[in-house]
Each structure stands twice: as structure tokens, then as C-alpha cells.
């Protein structure tokens, strides 16, 4: 069975951190684009940051730059969000998809969620209070 497992959400003070995990199952780990998404209530999911599974590229949404970092194990099949210095407006749900996107296109619409057509993981919820 293919699928993605999130895990690692939780309540957290301002300024706390936590780390995300994504696994996946069932999938051959190559020319992947592997993505966090939230979705906050009454919002638009948005793309947080992703990463290939080469490593070689990463991107950010620019509210999250300087405080979360994206990395892999491709070993594990498992991508993971750091989440440093939290602040109330990133309490969301937080989904992992992954997507083949061609490279020319990765940088222009990884933040998409209409590009993620099938591999997506169950949300995991992360709380952050004031």
C-alpha cells in the first residue's frame, strides 16, 4: 500500500520548537519532491517547504524562512520539518505530500497544492499558545 504517515504534532509554547516526520511506504524514494503543507482554520492550505529526494533542493514560504528547516533520510523514506522558534500564527494542520514534478518546474509551483495529485499524508495538528 502507498501512503504517507505524519507524525510529531503537539502543543507548544511561543517559541518552543518541534520536529515533523513523514514516512512513506510503498513508493520507489527517487525524483520525488517531498512537501509540508498546513492548513490553519478558515485558510488556504500553503506550501511550508520542500525538499528532492536528492537533497539537492529546498524551498521555503518566506514566513517560515530562518525558523524551519526541511531535511531527509533517504534511508528511511522519512522527510522532517525542524520547527524553531514557534509563534501562535503557525498553529495549523500539517500535511506531507509527495509529487514527481519535472526540475525546470519545481521552483514555480512546489507550493501548489493542486500539483500533489495522489501522495498525500493524514495531517498531523500542531497548536502553538501565547
Known amino acids: 500500500e502507498v501512503q504517507l504517515q505524519a507524525s510529531g504534532g503537539g502543543m507548544v509554547q511561543a517559541g518552543g520548537s518541534l520536529r515533523l516526520s513523514c514516512t512513506a511506504s510503498?513508493?520507489?524514494?527517487?525524483?520525488?519532491?517531498l512537501t509540508w503543507f498546513r492548513q490553519a482554520p478558515g485558510k488556504e492550505r500553503e506550501g511550508v517547504a520542500c525538499?528532492?529526494?536528492?537533497?539537492?533542493?529546498?524551498y521555503y514560504a518566506d514566513s517560515v524562512k530562518g525558523r524551519f528547516t526541511i531535511s531527509s533520510d533517504n534511508a528511511k523514506k522519512t522527510v522532517y520539518l525542524q520547527m524553531n522558534s514557534l509563534k501562535s500564527e503557525d498553529t495549523a494542520v500539517y500535511y506531507c505530500?509527495?509529487?514527481?514534478?519535472?526540475?525546470?518546474?519545481?521552483?514555480?509551483?512546489?507550493?501548489?497544492?493542486?500539483?500533489?495529485?495522489?501522495?498525500w499524508g493524514q495531517g498531523t495538528l500542531v497548536t502553538v499558545s501565547s
Open positions: 505530500a509527495a509529487e514527481r514534478i519535472p526540475t525546470p518546474f519545481i521552483q514555480s509551483t512546489w507550493n501548489s497544492p493542486q500539483v500533489y495529485t495522489n501522495l
Open positions: 510503498g513508493i520507489t524514494w527517487d525524483q520525488y519532491t
Open positions: 525538499i528532492t529526494t536528492t537533497g539537492e533542493t529546498k
